[in-house]
């Protein structure tokens, strides 16, 4: 794979994770229902690569997947490889695999109270993880965590330390999470929804301190959210899916300036902005909607699974499914009609 | 026992004023001194006929306490409620029931806010029977009208809640407040727990019903973007008391309180070209029990000096329309 020079991809580091052909199933009462179909990517040092699309499109499953915590049964990563470094992760026994995560790849979570242990002190956690992955002493370790925690922006880390996770503010437990994911300085930071749980203030504040401690640890982060604001305004690079698979893949200015798959415009449309108003454009607007729901993943068509939901559908859209192909250097869709979609978003005015 | 419903009048459907609502916190065995949460704190407004007056704050600042008590879901401590001119805040439930058949709530999360085991017909269908509005013959044609208002098919009335998706889900929520023609429906949150895609389905429909029907909204929630796109006028809330209220466009182009402007400047906007100033806010709310003294947004506020911490800025107008709770605007 030529990786010099794509345009948005150029002032980042090395590939520090390549997923490829990652393919996971969940068997459910209805059939196998494919959750991830296909889906690769890379992320580099110090990039971040916002990962985007609605609920059951296998965005968090491909994070689960790479870090091998897929729960089987009823969860299947059937195929695919997730390099770091030299290593695939999907190979590894599950004792390695567990040194690798916390330690050179972690992840954060969009409710922190649920994976933060209720009876033990938010110190004491973040010093577990510490020594579990460089073995130093009690002591070290705690020091460490609150270092951690000051880093993170608590205030009064010392005293927060030995408090527990329902002491602190939904804000903060997402910090200490946030402190407890970088203490061993991971190559690769997943964070899932990491602000959807959080007050619009606090979650510009976690965003910030995200994008913060990347610039200075140069960690590569995958950041999956529904939230386009939030990819607009922290991801470099955007990967979109749709039921399983990925749609399309651009950096951040070309995905949101030209999108190629009629889903991605979709989505586009259908968020209301404060922009309009600010700009001074007209008042009563109707938002673009897009038709039907997003179909179950045990029962999808033959063909392209948004074309039952798209307007440029085709006979050709339902019956054969359309490769995940280069539009431009750097921006890749698959879609049949991913031409017409830039001439009608030119004709729309976008 | 059917009581006829008051008229629409001329006036605002809603008056609220001065409205406050306490809650005691119970002391626990080894915690702190019982409190007093100063959930709503002298909240007052007016909404119009086909008015849509959005409410907006993080959690905790008691704008769903607001919904809850202008429907006397929940007892107020202070204040007045007045529902198209009738002072409803002491009704008892008898003499409240024609003017609960008025206004309606719209809930957040469509899934834990239907009956699983009723049938869709039955759950749009069950105010009508509950207030003896129509004989069961009637009733079913009014339930596959409701149906296909809101986008429902009619071959869906016998399903139950768990075979439709989460848009649907919240359809069948709408079609079940709007059975009894009310003037007044309460939106808490309707569409954050949509995908995107479903939320510009569910606020459009919002907006045709309330242009096809005449109805008030009192639109809560956290979005903002959301808000300003369905509201004609907005309030600001913060740990129980309005800061800023103004005509919508007023308020987002001209925020004056300082923490309306930090919300709208961490709303994070989906153009990756759009360099932002931020202000944003530093720590987290204050707790409503322990409220910060003077204005209750002074220990975050980038612009407080020593006044702020004392004295309490009231809520007055600074142009037409357009009221602020601040000191230094």
Known sequence: ?350 | MTGAAPPAGVGPVLEVDGLRKYFVSPRRLLGPQAGVVHAVDGVSFTIEARETLGLVGESGCGKSTVGRTVLRLLKPTDGTIRLLGDDITRLESRALRPYRRRMQIIFQDPYSSLDPRMTAGDIAGELLGVHGVSSRAERHERVAELFSRVGLRRDQIGNYPHEFSGGQRQRLGIARALSLQPSLIVCDEPVSALDVSIQAQVINLLMDLQAEYGLSYLFIAHDLAVVEHISHRVAVMYLGRIVEFADKRELFANPLHPYTESLLDAVPVPDPRRVRRRRIVRGDVPSPIDRPSGCHFHTRCPYAVERCRHEDPALREVAPGHRVACHLR
């Open chain 1, 1 to 350: 794979m030529d990786q010099a020079g794509t345009p948005g991809t150029s002032g980042f580091g090395d590939v520090v994770l390549e997923v490829d052909d990652l393919v996971t199933t969940f068997r459910t009462p209805d059939g196998v229902a494919p959750a991830v179909d296909g889906v690769s990517f890379e992320v580099r040092a110090g990039e971040t690569l916002g990962v985007v699309g609605e609920s059951g499109c296998g965005k968090s499953v491909t994070a689960l997947s790479i870090l091998g915590l897929v729960p089987s049964p009823p969860g299947c990563v059937e195929r695919g490889t997730a390099l770091l470094g030299d290593r695939d992760l999907l190979a590894l026994p599950e004792r390695t695999l567990a040194d690798v995560r916390g330690n050179e790849i972690a992840m954060i979570f969009q409710e922190p109270m649920t994976s933060l242990n209720p009876v033990l002190t938010v110190g004491y956690q973040i010093a577990e993880t510490v020594r579990r992955h460089d073995g130093g002493t009690r002591p070290g370790a705690m020091r460490r965590a609150v270092e951690m925690l000051d880093l993170v922006g608590i205030p009064e880390a010392q005293r927060r330390a030995r408090e527990y996770p329902h002491q602190l503010s939904g804000g903060m437990r997402q910090r200490a999470m946030i402190a407890m994911a970088l203490s061993c300085e991971p190559k690769v930071l997943i964070a899932d929804e990491p602000t959807t749980a959080l007050d619009v203030t606090i979650q510009a504040q976690v965003l910030d301190l995200i994008r913060e401690l990347q610039g200075r640890l140069g960690t590569a982060v995958i950041l999956i959210t529904h939230d386009l604001g939030v990819i607009a305004e922290t991801a470099h690079r955007v990967v979109v899916m749709y039921a399983g698979r990925k749609v399309e893949e651009a950096d951040v200015t070309t995905l949101f300036d030209a999108p190629r798959h009629p889903y991605t415009r979709g989505l586009l449309a259908s968020v209301p902005t404060l922009d309009a108003l600010r700009d001074g454009a007209a008042g009563e607007r109707r938002l673009a909607e897009i038709p039907g729901v997003v179909p179950k993943l045990t029962g999808l068509p033959d063909g392209c699974a948004f074309a039952p939901r798209c307007p440029l559908a085709d006979g050709r859209c339902a019956s054969t499914r359309p490769a995940f192909e280069e539009q431009r250097p750097g921006h890749s869709a698959a879609c049949w009609h991913a031409h017409t979609a830039r001439e009608a978003a030119r004709e729309a005015g976008q």
